[in-house]
């Protein structure tokens, strides 16, 4: 079985990684001032998905690239 690669965590910018918090912990991401150029920027790159309710949602890199930023948990 292939391990699945973490990915590069060192490449997101602060508001991306501030983004991922965000999500992640149910916290407005606007009021923490976010853009939607960060938002799009991490669809793209495969680290969020918008829900059925079109809401953003973590995908299974977003999850990984959270954990490698999150050594201890």
């Known amino acids: ?3 699945r690669s973490t ?3 060192n490449a997101l910018t602060t508001r991306e990684r501030l983004l991922l918090f965000c999500i992640a912990s149910g916290t407005n ?3 923490a001032g976010i ?3 960060v938002v799009t920027a991490l669809i ?3 680290f969020l998905v918008r829900d059925e309710t079109g809401h953003l949602a973590l995908t299974d890199n977003g999850r990984a690239a959270l ?3 999150l050594p201890g948990l």
């Open 1 to 3: 079985m292939a391990r």
């Open 7 to 9: 990915p590069d965590v």
């Open 29 to 31: 991401w606007q009021r």
């Open 35 to 37: 853009t939607g150029e």
């Open 44 to 46: 793209v790159r495969g």
């Open 67 to 69: 954990r490698a930023l």
